[in-house]
Every structure is written in structure tokens, then in C-alpha cells.
């Protein structure tokens, strides 16, 4: 069975610091992970991605990933956070095309001025 | 588009009684989930749907029921509700296609059974 273990259900980082979300993922076959956002009171917005190709993937709002399926893990990073930043983010994977993502319990970022 | 919309936005019921939560999507999508969140424990899977007429459980089912009688409609009842369902529930759906794995989400509904 699948699952999702994002290090650190809280992160507090300062204004211009570098973003580092941790997530690592159980899974008997080749995954597919992702990284969603949610703002107060909003629903989850996907962030990126990885299905298949390149490891290192970039999305929205400057974030990247990259699956290293070694380290089973697909951390995320932003190199200068901002305080738009603020916000829980949760990573989810899944074994096929067809399965339902199984989400990690999410990390809440915290942004310093 | 509107995407994923959910009805209604916050609903507060009395223990026993009963509600239907809506989920409509106008992307022309296959998959329908519905999720609840509540704090520290991510976003948990109730039911879920591969198509119009089909249903199926995901990890928290018990005391829900769910139908999708139209494609872009996926509906979710609560028959005589508990303290415990009191929570935010999300509805997502997703395309068939290849490679199209992402699930895009409804803005929720905030429940509060007293």
C-alpha cells in the first residue's frame, strides 16, 4: 500500500530564505507525486508534478521538486520565499494512472518578515 | 469554466439528521472524489467514482453514501449524522486521459454536527 510521510507538520522560514518541504513516499511501483498548495479556507491547488521523464520538475510560484527514487523522496524547495508563501502544502502519490492519490498529512509554512 | 463547485458552502446540523452535500464539475471529467480534512490528518478519501453509475469506498466510507447519477454530478449523504463527520469535506475530479493524473478540487464545505 502507498503512502506519504512529509517531515515536519510545521516550517517556519524567513522572507527571502530558502523553502525546503520534505516528503517521502512508499510505493511498490514506479510513483506518480504531486504537490498541492492550500490557502485559508480554499480549496487545494496543484503545484507540480512528476509522471515520468525529467526528476527535477518545476511548477507554480517558482517551486520545484525532484524525485529521487533512491531516497524515495520528492522534497520541495524554493529558493527566496515570500510571504505570499504562507500557506499548507501537501504531497500526494499514487502507484497508477488509476488509483487514487493517497495525500500526506500536510506541512504548514510559515513566512517571516 | 467553473471547474469544481461545491453546495453548500458551511452547514451545521443537529446529530440524526440528515444532508446531502453536492459536487459539480464541468470539465467533461471521468473521476470524482470525495475527501475530508481535518487537522493533522491530511486529506482522507471517502468514496470515490471511475464514471457516471459507478461508486466505490476509500479509506473512511463508513457512514456516508454516495451516488453519481450524471457524469459531471457527484453527490454525498450523510443519513443521520455524527460529532465525528464535523469536519471539511472536499470534492476533486480528474480526466481519463493519459497522463492526465492532477485532480482538481471544489473550495469545499465546512460541516459542524452539534
Known amino acids: 500500500a502507498q503512502s506519504v510521510t512529509q517531515l515536519g507538520s510545521h516550517v517556519s522560514v524567513s522572507e527571502g530564505a530558502l523553502v525546503l518541504l520534505r516528503c517521502n513516499y512508499s510505493s511498490s511501483v514506479p510513483p506518480y507525486l504531486f504537490w498541492y498548495v492550500q490557502y485559508p479556507n480554499q480549496g487545494l491547488q496543484l503545484l507540480l508534478k512528476y509522471t515520468t521523464g525529467a526528476t527535477l520538475v518545476k511548477g507554480i510560484n517558482g517551486f520545484e521538486a525532484e524525485f529521487k527514487k533512491s531516497e524515495t523522496s520528492f522534497h520541495l524547495t524554493k529558493p527566496s520565499a515570500h510571504m505570499s508563501d504562507a500557506a499548507e502544502y501537501f504531497c500526494a502519490v499514487s502507484d497508477s494512472g488509476n488509483t487514487p492519490l493517497v495525500f500526506g498529512k500536510g506541512t504548514r509554512l510559515s513566512v517571516i518578515a | 469554466n467553473a471547474g469544481v463547485t461545491q453546495t453548500p458552502k458551511f452547514r451545521v446540523l443537529k446529530t440524526g439528521q440528515s444532508m446531502t452535500l453536492l459536487c459539480a464539475q464541468d470539465?467533461?471529467?471521468?473521476?470524482m472524489y470525495w475527501y475530508r480534512q481535518d487537522p493533522g490528518m491530511g486529506l482522507r478519501l471517502i468514496h470515490y467514482?471511475?464514471?457516471?453509475?459507478?461508486?466505490a469506498k476509500g479509506e473512511v466510507p463508513d457512514g456516508y453514501n454516495v451516488s453519481r447519477l450524471k457524469k459531471q454530478n457527484f453527490l454525498l449523504g450523510l443519513e443521520s449524522a455524527a460529532p465525528s463527520q464535523t469536519s471539511v469535506y472536499f470534492c476533486?475530479?480528474?480526466?481519463?486521459?493519459?497522463?492526465?493524473?492532477?485532480?482538481?478540487f471544489g473550495p469545499g464545505t465546512r460541516l459542524t454536527v452539534t
Open positions: 476533486a475530479s480528474r480526466s481519463s486521459g493519459q497522463g492526465m493524473y492532477e485532480q482538481y
Open positions: 467514482s471511475v464514471g457516471e453509475g459507478t461508486t
Open positions: 470539465m467533461n471529467h471521468e473521476y
